[in-house]
C-alpha cells in the first residue's frame, strides 16, 4: 500500500505542474491580455488566487506523499 501512495504523491507532483502550465498560459494570460474588463477580472483571479491555492496544495499534498509521510509506520 506505501507504493501505491508513493506512485500518487508523483502523480499529484505531475497534476501541480500541469495544473500550474494550464491555469497560466490557457486560461490566466489570455484573460489578462484580453480587452474586456471582465476577462481581466477573472484573469486575475486565475492567476494570482487560484494559481497559487491549487499548485501549492497539489505539490505539498504529493511531496509528502512522495517523502512517506502517509506511510503506515508499524513498529
Do not use: H, R
Not at 8 to 30: H, M, N, R, S
Not at 45 to 65: C, R
Amino acid at each position: 500500500m506505501n507504493t501505491i501512495k508513493q506512485a500518487l504523491g508523483i502523480l499529484w507532483v505531475i497534476l501541480a505542474v500541469a495544473a500550474a502550465y494550464f491555469c497560466v498560459f490557457e486560461f490566466g494570460l489570455p484573460k489578462l491580455l484580453s480587452d474586456q474588463q471582465d476577462d481581466l477580472v477573472f484573469g486575475i483571479i486565475i492567476l494570482f488566487i487560484l494559481t497559487p491555492l491549487i499548485v501549492l496544495g497539489l505539490g505539498t499534498f504529493g511531496y509528502f506523499a512522495l517523502i512517506g509521510e502517509y506511510n503506515d509506520k508499524k513498529k
